[in-house]
């Protein structure tokens, strides 16, 4: 297995945290799992964390449409407080959206790794965490 020890997902849907947290538990890597319901629990839980000198995630799997705070606003304050971030993370938008202008956004985002559609399969996600 890869050097990934925390995985982060935020994400709305409920179910699809609970199938991704029970595939990623499938790896038999004792990964730390992190999960918020939007954009903006994660950035104020990611900028304590740096506060405090924890670790932030090594991977996180981004949605794009959720409430109080989306995928590209979180990105947006993401980018505010990278040069504090002592590591490069991995992000993944995984989004139902078919938008080629979503897709595009991501592609072009040098802070984005990559793009990839839901429903993410177990086959999808083992790239991920192997990448």
């Known amino acids: 297995m ?7 997902i935020i994400d709305d849907d409920e179910i699809y945290q609970l ?7 499938r790896f038999g890597k004792p990964f730390t799992i992190l999960s918020y319901v939007n954009g ?16 932030l995630p090594d991977l996180i799997l981004l949605d794009i449409n959720m409430p109080v705070m989306d995928g590209w606003q979180f990105m947006e304050a993401f980018e505010s407080m990278k040069a504090q971030v002592p590591k ?6 995984v989004s139902s959206s078919i938008a080629p202008g ?7 985002n040098p802070s984005i790794s990559g793009f990839v559609s ?10 991920l965490l192997m990448n």
């Open 2 to 8: 890869s050097a990934l020890n925390t995985i982060c």
């Open 19 to 25: 199938f991704t947290k029970k595939a990623i538990s």
């Open 40 to 55: 903006r629990e994660a950035i104020l839980d990611f900028t304590r964390k740096l506060q405090e000198s924890e670790s």
């Open 88 to 93: 490069n993370i991995q992000i993944y938008i």
């Open 102 to 108: 979503d897709i595009d956004r991501a592609t072009n």
């Open 118 to 127: 839901k429903p993410l399969d177990v086959a999808t996600l083992e790239k």
